[in-house]
């Protein structure tokens, strides 16, 4: 443990003074013995006395030197595996003061299973079983586009059984419905000879690979050959998928297709990020294409994140061609694997591409972070609400109706208020259906629609954007007719919400709108709805309990609805007046009703 500055300070410079001078990659820690940060040299030692000897004239190197309490190295072949160590550590260790790639995930492969009659899939786990990877590609679309194209033109097995001669001759297997519908010729059964599977599995390889103009002459050769045979129903299905391919071909070639494989990176950076593009070009083609984020911590070079940059795109795709095209000179040396800075021609123009792609990138970024900081969260939601709706205006203003009549009795009803997508309980509302005779829910949202916004009309009161009715079609055109009479279906839109499957009706409209269950516009609807309905029923209970402790009391020969109230104003609850002593109700409600209301809820203890 060392116990003072100047005690670490000593005990660092041994450490740095016996660092060699090799290839590999250096380690810092802190006084909890925790990695602090990771680098990569070609020079250890050099690279690690750099931090000591000279002034550091970025704040937070200065800090992490400041912090440093250990040093440790691994020492490699070449600066090439310096490179990749460092990002496989930093990956595992995520140090603090290292640059931070923002984008992580697991992309999909295409693979071609090492098996018999080999599977092509999809994955996102790279096995070392001898089996043939693509990819990673960025996007999942262009995976199970490449895999149905494949299906479309050649009848791959989809089934996971061991076809290995001695199962198919043993008869293990019988044939699936992929057989019957023409999407496998039932290698399983012996039906589909070998030779011809591999040559269609070569030719997939080939157009994963980017190669896809041998694979066209190949079934060009293969059609005309049908043809020559009079054999045109095979020639035409031969001519299809040819039609197929050069479709693919037409989308993905956008350079010369003498470029044949080539790796782009461009990079675009500022005081907070960086942002590098990846392009691979096989035969002229575009076959993958990634934009990779990387913070800063320690004010890390554009060589530096681009260097990050290539060896992770090494790590994921497990190779790099042999050409790599860069922006800027690296001071690194890659074997196998040349790098060249492109000033003119068609690789001057795919670094453009490139170049523009992370533009792009980056600007869009910075837009969305714009819209995010300028736009609070109510605006946006009330946005995504009135584009969801298809209303005119925000919804800053809403409430939803509900009816509740539990077994016919006690029918009341509820309004409650979003303002800015959120509840505004001072104005919620209660209602007494007065004008309904039994549970008539069509009736009782008109009555309670039509109390209401008269009321606010008649008052001057602002009206909301948006009602929502609990309830089907019938609750819905209940509350138009009513919102109609009034004036007010210009000025008020109106929408139900179904219970069960959460639909969304419009006046008129019977066909309904459902919404992603995900969707923000369902969850601010669902929370009205939910309100609504839990201030209806507690209104609801409420009044059940009064009416029942009301009728009880009424059951007391000789008490009438003063004395009840009287009782209530002193005793406030009914299980007061019922624990109440003879004395405390005569003092109330005099001798007589006194002793009634006592001898009543005191029978058993007076027998």
């Known amino acids: 443990m060392i116990n003072s500055r100047s005690d670490r300070e000593n005990q660092l410079k041994l450490l740095v003074q016996a660092l060699p001078s090799s290839p590999g990659v250096y380690q810092y820690f802190n006084e909890d013995g925790v990695i602090i940060y990771i680098g990569k040299a070609k020079d250890l030692k050099k690279r690690v006395s750099s931090y000591f000897t000279k002034q550091q004239d970025n704040g937070k190197t200065r800090i992490l030197v400041n912090k440093i309490a250990d040093i440790k190295h691994l020492v490699v072949e070449s600066e090439e595996d310096a490179l990749l160590l460092e990002n496989n550590l930093i990956k595992k260790y995520q140090p603090r003061y290292n640059i931070l790639l923002k984008d992580d995930k697991s992309f999909p492969y295409i693979v071609v299973k090492n098996e018999p009659f080999p599977r092509v899939f999809q994955t996102r786990n790279f096995v070392r079983d001898g089996s043939t990877y693509y990819g990673p590609y960025t996007s999942v679309g262009m995976v199970r586009t490449l895999i149905e194209l494949f299906r479309q033109i050649y009848p791959l097995r989809t089934c996971k059984h061991n076809l290995s001669q001695e199962n198919i001759r043993a008869g293990k297997f019988r044939e699936c419905l992929e057989y019957h519908i023409g999407k496998c010729k039932a290698p399983c059964i012996g039906q589909y000879d070998e030779q011809i599977y591999a040559e269609n599995i070569a030719a997939i390889k080939d157009i994963l690979s980017g190669n896809i103009s041998s694979v066209l002459k190949y079934m060009h050769k293969i059609m005309l050959n049908y043809a020559d045979e009079l054999a045109f129903e095979q020639a035409e299905e031969v001519k299809n998928k040819i039609e197929l391919l050069k479709g693919y071909q037409s989308k993905s070639t956008v350079v010369n297709p003498k470029i044949t494989n080539v790796d782009v990176f461009s990079i675009i950076d500022d005081e907070k990020a960086g942002f590098v593009n990846f392009l691979r070009v096989v035969d002229g083609a575009i076959i993958q294409s990634h934009t990779m984020e990387f913070r800063k911590k320690l004010d890390e070079s554009a060589s530096d994140i681009l260097l990050m940059a290539i060896s992770e795109i090494q790590n994921r795709l497990h190779f790099l061609a042999r050409e790599v095209l860069v922006p800027i000179k690296l001071d690194i040396e890659l074997e196998r694997t040349k790098l060249l800075v492109p000033k ?28 995010h900081k300028k736009e609070p969260r109510e605006e946006r939601i009330l946005k995504v609400m009135q584009a969801d709706l298809r209303l005119k205006v925000l919804p800053r203003h809403i409430e939803c109706f509900d009816n509740s009549n539990i077994q016919g009795t006690n029918p009341v009803a509820a309004c409650v208020v979003f303002r800015n997508a959120k509840p505004y309980k001072k104005d919620y509302r209660h209602f007494n259906i007065k004008t309904v005779i039994g549970p008539n829910d069509f009736a009782s949202m008109e009555e309670v629609v039509y109390r209401r916004y008269k009321r606010l009309k008649e008052e001057g009161q602002g009206l909301p954007q948006l009602v929502v009715i609990d309830g089907g079609k019938g609750q ?28 969304i009706f419009y006046p008129g409209d019977p066909i309904p709108l459902y919404l992603d269950k995900n969707s923000e516009t369902l969850k601010i609807i669902q929370h009205l709805r939910n309100e609504a309905h839990r201030f209806g029923i507690t209104f609801h209970r409420q009044k059940r309990s009064i009416n029942f402790i009301t009728s009880e009391l009424n059951e007391i020969p000789g008490i009438g609805d003063k004395t009840i109230e009287a009782l209530f104003n002193n005793f406030k609850s009914f299980n007061n007046i019922k624990s109440a002593t003879l004395e405390n109700l005569t003092s109330i409600i005099g001798k007589d009703k006194g002793n009634k209301v006592y001898s009543y809820f005191n029978r058993g203890k007076m027998d």
Do not use: F, H, T
């Open 476 to 503: 819905l055109g209940a509350a138009v007719k009513i919102l109609r009479e009034l004036g007010l279906s210009e000025q008020i839109s109106v929408i139900g919400i179904a219970k069960r499957l959460e639909e």
């Open 344 to 371: 003119i021609g068609d690789k001057k123009k795919l670094m453009d591409l490139s170049e523009r792609n992370v533009k792009y990138y980056r600007l869009d970024k910075l837009k969305q972070q714009s819209l």
